[in-house]
């Protein structure tokens, strides 16, 4: 795969001391990953917890490509580094108004003919974003107008729930994501 090598310095903004130290102990770790290990990859799902990794990986080896490949697995440190370091984020994260259904206890998008609609089932449109992303159309959204990275963090700093809340996978029965991997769904 071919990513735009890190461009040090780029946002001329300065870590606090704390997550200094944990960059500094994650790449350590990489850099011994790649000298102890024949033929090591790193899992990435686009999410917020990959774009940190990889965003460490290329400080890591850099100005070198990265010395591994990335395999995609569909899977309150972060969203802070993230606006940091100005890494890029997955546009479905911010507030937007979007079409959508309840189920499920959460907001479904419907944005195209993937998700077929029940009896009665009519999208509306709601200005909603998405807290974690997984498989298409088990993510539910949840009503929100943080638009911003900003209004991210202050939104997360002030909830209660859970960021996977969303994965409608997670609450269809007891234990049902050890039940699907089980079943060969991962």
């Known amino acids: 795969?071919?990513?735009?090598?890190?461009?040090?310095?780029?946002?001329?903004?300065?870590?606090?001391?704390h997550l200094k130290s944990l960059e500094s102990q994650s790449i350590e770790i990489?850099?011994?990953?790649?000298?102890?290990f024949k033929r090591p990859v790193m899992l990435y799902s686009i999410g917020k917890d990959s774009s940190v990794m990889l965003h460490l990986a290329l400080k890591a080896f850099h100005p070198a490509r990265?010395?591994?490949?990335?395999?995609?697995?569909?899977?309150?440190w972060n969203w802070h580094y993230i606006q940091l370091e100005n890494i890029p984020v997955v546009?479905?994260?911010?507030?937007?108004h979007r079409p959508v259904v309840a189920r499920?206890?959460?907001?479904?998008?419907?944005?195209?003919?993937?998700?077929?609609?029940?009896?009665?089932e009519q999208?509306?449109?709601r200005r909603i974003?998405?807290?974690t992303l997984g498989c298409y159309p088990l993510t539910g959204a949840i009503d929100s107008s943080a638009a911003t990275l900003e209004d991210i963090m202050?939104?997360?700093?002030?909830?209660?729930?859970?960021?996977?809340?969303?994965?409608l996978i997670d609450s269809d029965e007891p234990s049902s994501m050890e039940r699907k991997k089980r079943e060969g769904y991962f």
Do not use: C
């Not at 546009?91 to 937007?96: G, I, N, Q, S, V």
């Not at 002030?158 to 996977?164: D, G, M, V």
């Open 1 to 17: 795969m071919n990513f735009v090598p890190f461009n040090a310095g780029r946002t001329g903004r300065v870590l606090p001391k």
């Open 123 to 125: 999208p509306e449109s």
């Open 129 to 131: 974003r998405f807290r």
């Open 91 to 96: 546009p479905l994260y911010f507030a937007k």
């Open 104 to 120: 499920g206890g959460s907001w479904i998008m419907v944005d195209d003919e993937r998700l077929p609609l029940n009896a009665g």
């Open 30 to 36: 990489m850099r011994e990953v790649i000298a102890e």
């Open 66 to 76: 990265l010395p591994f490949p990335l395999l995609h697995v569909d899977t309150t």
């Open 154 to 167: 202050a939104e997360m700093r002030s909830t209660r729930l859970s960021e996977r809340q969303g994965r």
